[in-house]
C-alpha cells in the first residue's frame, strides 16, 4: 500500500489531467482509534483500529460535481475511482452559486494544535484503570443498579489539497469519556429511579479524570431520587455551565450559521449588528485558543483561522462562513469550514466558543431566589426557523430559599429564545469547560415552566 500523502498528491495530479475538471479538491485522513463500553456494569466491546480514507470532488462547468471517497490506497483503483467520478460530474445538475475552492494564503497564523502522540498507540490495556474504576463504581452505594459508560480516543493524520494551490498537513488527538450511572430507592412507598450523566472530551491523555467524571453522574443520580413538582407559573432560572454551552454556544452559533441563513432556516436572520441578547453576554470564537479542543491554524478547506467575536455587548457580530456561503455572501470566509473524513459535505463549524464570565459568585447568584429552577439539560431542540423552544427538563432541580433542592417530576420550559437571551439577569464569575465550549453559571429571568399533567 502506498503512504497516504503520496496518494494524495497523485490524486491532485490526475484530477489535473483531464481538461474537463475545473476545480478539484483532496482530503486524506488516517485515524488510529480506540474504544471501551461498558454497559450496565459489564465490558461490552473492546475495539482498537486504523483507518485511511480519500475524498476526492470534482467541479466541471456551471459548478457540476462529482465526488468519490475510497479506501484502498492504490493507483490503480485511485485511477479508477476517479474515472468514475467525472462521469458523475458529467451527470449531474448544474449548480450556480458556486464560484470557487479556498486559495492559499500568504501567511497562516503560528498557531499549535494540540496533541498528544500517546494516543496514537493508545491500546485497550491502557484504558484498564478506566474500565476498573466503572466496575468498582456500584459498590460505593447499594441503591446503584447500574453502571455504563464510554471512553473512545483518535489520533487522527490530514492532508488538504486543492486545485488553487492549497497544500496543507495537520494531525490532532482527542479522546472522550461519559458516564450514566442509574440508581434506585423505595420513597414514601413508591420506587423512584434516577439516572445521572456526565462526559468530558480531552486533548492529552493525562487530563483524563474517570474518578470526577463518575463523582459527578453519582452525585447526579443522588439528587434526582428525589422529586419535586412545580406549578406553572414564570420563574428564575439558574442555568450552570453545561447548560449555557447548549441554550446559549450551540444554539447561536448554528443560528449564525451562514448556510442556515441563505436557506431562511434561522431565527437570526438580517440580525448582524443588531441587539440579540442583554448587554452582559458576550461570546468569542477562538481557533487560536492555547491547548484548546478545537485549536487550528486553518480549517478544513484550508483557509486560515482567526479570533472573532460572534456577540459583543448583546450585538450579534458576524455570521460563520465556509468559501461556499462566503461566495453566496460576497464576503470572505471566516474559516468556519468542517468537514469529516470521508465526507465530501463541507459544513460550518465554531472553534472554541467562549462565553465571558461575569464578576458574581454562584452563592450570591441563586441567593435570592425564593422559588426557582436549576435547569441543567434538555435533549429537546428549539425551532431554528421561529425561535420557539419548548421542551422537557430532562435534568433540573428545584430551588427554594436561594438552595437547590430536589429535583423536578416531569417539567417543560417554553421561551421565544430572543426573550431568554435578554432576560440575563447575572453572570457567575465562576467558568467550566465541556468540550471546546467555556461558560459560567448564568441566571435568566421569567422562563416559563410548568408541570407536566
Known sequence: MDSLNYIVEKAGSICNSFPEVKSWDVLGGEITASEVVIEKGFLKTAEHSTQYSINIRLFGEKGKTGSVNITNLSLPFLNSSIEKSIDLMKGSLPNWDFKSLSHPADNYPNVQTPYDSRIKTLSVDDMGEIVD??????????????????????????????????????????????????????????????????????????????????????????????????????????????????????????????????????????????????????ITDNPWLENGMLTFPFDMEGTPTRPQKLVENGVLKTYLHNTYTANLFETVSTGHASRSLGSSVIGIQPSNLLVRPGNIPFDHLIEDIKTGVYLEASYDSPNFVTGEFSGMISAGYLIEEGIVKNALRESLFGMNLLDFYNNISGIGKEISRYGSHYAPFMKIDNVKISSKK
Open 133 to 282: 474504576q466503572f466496575m468498582n463504581v456500584k459498590v460505593q452505594d447499594e441503591r446503584i443498579i447500574s453502571v455504563s459508560g464510554n471512553f473512545s480516543s483518535a489520533d487522527v493524520n490530514y492532508f488538504i489539497l486543492n486545485s488553487n494551490g492549497v497544500n496543507l498537513q495537520n494531525k490532532a488527538s482527542t479522546l472522550s469519556l461519559s458516564a450514566e450511572i442509574t440508581m434506585e430507592e423505595m420513597i414514601k412507598g413508591n420506587k423512584e429511579n434516577s439516572v445521572g450523566f456526565e462526559g468530558q472530551s480531552y486533548v492529552f491523555f493525562t487530563q483524563v479524570e474517570a474518578e470526577e467524571i463518575l463523582g459527578s453522574a453519582l452525585t447526579k443520580a443522588k439528587m434526582g431520587l428525589t422529586k419535586s413538582k412545580i406549578s406553572t407559573d414564570l420563574y428564575p432560572v439558574i442555568l450552570p455551565p453545561q447548560a449555557v454551552m447548549l441554550f446559549f454556544n450551540k444554539i447561536i452559533a448554528s443560528a449564525a450559521n451562514a448556510q442556515a441563513i441563505y436557506e431562511n432556516r434561522s431565527f437570526l436572520r438580517n440580525q448582524v449588528d443588531k441587539q440579540i441578547a442583554s448587554e452582559q453576554l458576550e
